[in-house]
């Protein structure tokens, strides 16, 4: 199967459990990979043939600045469901990152993976 990726999309959304997270969006970075043939749109060189990206990204990142989690878990779970509702994506991986979210660490993720 082929692959289409997006790379650390800057997402704002208002994250996390403790009071002070409640607060403001803040940032998350998420890479998304997106399961789909494109042996057509190799063919065609015609971006309708094809999953758009950009309008994914677009639509990802709309969708999370207009919603509120608690975990990365849930945000994560609804980014793949809103992948896999797109023409031609037949699975999905979506890593999200929570920089900064840990002193001593660069930050935290949670990966999931929908068929």
């Known amino acids: 199967m082929d692959k289409i990726i997006i790379r650390r999309l800057e997402l704002n959304c208002v994250i996390g459990c403790n009071p002070d997270e409640r607060l ?3 940032q998350l ?4 990979t997106l399961l ?4 057509r ?3 065609s060189d015609d971006l309708a043939d094809t999953v758009n990206y950009a309008a994914t990204a677009k639509s990802l990142r709309d969708y999370a600045a207009s919603t509120s989690f608690f975990l990365l878990e849930s945000l994560a779970e609804q980014l793949a469901s809103r ?5 031609g994506v037949q699975g999905v991986t979506v890593v999200l990152d929570k920089p900064s979210c840990i002193r001593q ?5 949670v990966e999931i993976t929908r068929p």
């Open 41 to 43: 749109a190799a063919a």
């Open 83 to 87: 992948c896999l509702d797109t023409p």
């Open 24 to 26: 403001a969006p803040r």
């Open 29 to 32: 970075l998420a890479t998304i």
């Open 36 to 39: 789909t043939d494109t042996r």
């Open 105 to 109: 660490a660069e930050g935290a993720a």
